[in-house]
């Protein structure tokens, strides 16, 4: 682990250094990042898997019921013009 000057030995860093070096910023944001990287995907799809079929139903509701008036209007027109 590169550490200042590009130093990874304890004996030649200084105080700071090994302070620096002994918090493990770079692993910690390793394992931080994979774990985001695991967590976000499960979360999302999670919350898609409850989301997702309200959404899709209200969806397919209101295009149902757009359906329904465009072949009501349709059936309605067809029938004023058949008499």
Same mark, same amino acid.
């Given at each position: ?6 130093? &990874?030995?304890?004996? &030649? ?15 910690? @944001?390793?394992?931080?990042?994979? @774990? ?27 295009? @149902?019921?757009?359906?329904? &008036? ?14």
């Amino acid at each position: 682990m590169a550490i200042g000057r590009y130093r &990874d030995v304890p004996a &030649d860093m200084d105080d700071v250094e090994r302070e620096v070096a002994a918090a493990q910023y770079p692993e910690g @944001g390793l394992v931080l990042g994979l @774990g985001m990287g695991i967590v976000l995907p499960i979360v999302t799809v999670e919350a898609l898997l409850v989301l997702a079929p309200i959404l899709c139903g209200v969806a397919g509701f209101v295009l @149902g019921r757009r359906i329904r &008036d465009y072949e009501i209007r349709r059936r309605r027109a067809e029938r004023s013009a058949g008499e």
